[in-house]
């Protein structure tokens, strides 16, 4: 079992920057993939970014590519999310998943945080 915890969301103004952290707890964090997805009202849940256990491969949706990074400090169990450049289609709630293999597919996450609000005002 993995306990995640988001955190780092809040409002902020188109243009700026925000950095959510995801804390593991649990089994050996570093044993896993973890990616991050967002739901915005009313719409579907959406992949962002996706980070192999050792932190050498990343994934993005297109629509994020360039602005957003996703990294990991297995010493502190942690994932990060930096986003830059923000746009008000941005806002949603952001969830941290963890699962075995990176990939960009919900289904294949095992585990789930409680997600952290994002919104970005135009």
């Known amino acids: 079992q993995v306990q995640l915890v988001e955190s780092g969301g809040g409002l902020v103004q188109a243009g700026g920057s925000l950095r959510l952290s995801c804390a593991a707890s649990g089994r050996t964090f570093s044993l896993y993939a973890m990616g991050w997805f967002r739901r915005a009202p009313g719409k579907e849940r959406e992949s962002v970014a996706a980070?192999?256990?050792?932190?050498?491969?990343?994934l993005y949706a297109e629509s994020v590519k360039g602005r957003f990074t996703i990294s990991r400090d297995n010493a502190k169990n942690t994932v990060y999310l930096q986003m830059n450049s923000l746009k008000p289609e941005d806002t949603a709630v952001y969830y941290c998943?963890?699962?075995?293999?990176?990939?960009?597919?919900?289904?294949?996450?095992?585990?789930w945080g409680q997600g952290t609000q994002v919104t970005v005002s135009s």
């Open positions: 980070i192999s256990w050792t932190g050498a491969r990343t």
């Open positions: 998943a963890a699962t075995f293999v990176a990939t960009m597919a919900p289904h294949d996450y095992n585990y």
